[in-house]
C-alpha cells in the first residue's frame, strides 16, 4: 500500500511538473551563426550601406543605443561582425531566469547598460536598448508599477514635446517610457526613452492599472529600474570591442536585484488574481 501511494504521489508531481513546463512560454530564437565580435565603423557610412536592411538596424541601433537617424550623425558606432541572430543575443540580459519564474510579468532597466528586458515566468521575451535619465536629471530607481497609457500624450516638462506610445510609472512624477530621441547616452528628463517599435511592444504588452474611484485596485505591470551609470566615463558598450560579454547580466544577479521587492510583486500578483475583490 505504502509503494502505491508513494507511486500516486510521484506520478502526480510528474504531472504537475510537466504543466507547468507546457504553459511556460517558449521563445523562439536565432543563434547568431557564429561568435560575435564588435569592430568600429563609421555611422554615416554604415548607414547609407544599410538603410535599406531593417534586420541589421534593429541590431546596431540596440547596440549603440541609439536611433538611425544619430547613427548616421556619428563618427564611430559599434557593429558586430555577424548579423543573423536574434536581438537578444547583443543585449546584456540573460534569456531565461529561474529565481523569477512566479512573476508572471517583470521588466528590468538597467541604468549601467542603458537596456530593457521584459520577462514572462522567468523567460526573456523582449529585449531593446534605452536612454534614462541624463546626469542633471537621473531616472529614480526600485520598483514601480505600469499606470495608465496613451499612444500620445504632451510632456510635462515641455508642452512641445510629443510622446508616442507612453505608459506611466510614476504618476506624481510624470515618469514613465516612451518613443523619443535616443542619442546614444542617457538624455531624458527622468523617463525612459525607447525606439519606437520597442515603446510599442511594451505599450501593448504591460497591464494598466485598475482603478475604483480614483483609488487604484490593482497594480499594473512590476518594472524594476537598477544599477547607476557612469556620466564621466566612455560609452560602456565600447568595452564590447575588447570583451563582447562585457555587459552581460547574469541570473544571479538578477535574483539579487528582484529579492528586496519579490514579495511585493508577489503579493500584487496575487491580487489581480481575485477579480472580485477589484469590481
Known amino acids: 500500500m505504502k509503494k502505491f501511494v508513494l507511486f500516486i504521489v510521484i506520478a502526480l508531481t510528474a504531472m504537475v511538473s510537466c504543466i507547468s513546463r507546457h504553459d511556460k512560454k ?4 536565432k543563434k547568431p551563426s557564429h561568435k560575435i565580435q564588435y569592430v568600429k565603423q563609421d555611422g554615416g557610412k554604415w548607414c547609407s550601406k544599410n538603410k535599406e536592411n531593417n534586420k541589421f538596424i534593429k ?3 540596440a547596440v549603440n543605443r541609439a536611433d538611425f537617424e544619430h547613427l548616421a550623425l556619428m563618427d564611430s558606432i559599434l557593429v ?5 541572430g536574434d536581438v537578444a543575443f547583443y543585449l546584456p540580459f540573460p534569456l531565461s531566469v529561474s529565481s523569477i519564474e512566479e512573476i ?25 536598448a534605452t536612454s534614462m535619465g541624463r546626469k542633471n536629471d537621473p531616472t529614480p530607481t526600485g520598483l514601480y508599477f505600469t499606470n495608465w497609457k496613451a499612444e500620445q500624450s504632451t510632456s510635462s516638462f515641455n508642452d512641445e514635446w510629443d510622446l508616442r506610445w507612453n505608459f506611466n510609472i510614476e504618476n506624481k512624477l510624470g515618469i514613465g517610457w516612451h518613443q523619443y530621441d535616443m542619442p546614444g547616452y ?6 525612459l526613452r525607447l525606439l519606437e517599435a520597442d515603446a510599442r511592444y511594451l505599450y501593448n504588452w ?25 556620466f564621466d566615463g566612455a560609452k560602456p558598450w565600447l568595452k564590447l570591442v575588447k570583451d563582447p560579454h562585457a555587459l552581460d547580466i547574469t541570473e544571479k544577479e ?3 536585484i ?21 469590481k
Open 254 to 256: 538578477i535574483k539579487e
Open 80 to 84: 558586430p561582425d555577424v548579423l543573423d
Open 206 to 230: 504591460a497591464d494598466q492599472w485598475v482603478l475604483n474611484k480614483d483609488a487604484v485596485k490593482v497594480k499594473g505591470t512590476a518594472v524594476i529600474i537598477f544599477g547607476k551609470y557612469d
Open 104 to 128: 508572471d510579468k517583470l521588466i528590468l532597466f538597467s541604468y549601467a547598460a542603458q537596456s530593457f528586458g521584459a520577462f514572462e515566468n522567468g523567460e526573456l521575451v523582449y529585449t531593446g
Open 59 to 61: 541590431i546596431v541601433t
Open 26 to 29: 517558449i521563445i523562439q530564437r
Open 258 to 278: 528582484v529579492k528586496p521587492y519579490f514579495a511585493a510583486i508577489i503579493a500584487d500578483q496575487e491580487k489581480k488574481k481575485k477579480p472580485q475583490q477589484n
Open 186 to 191: 542617457p538624455a531624458s528628463h527622468s523617463c
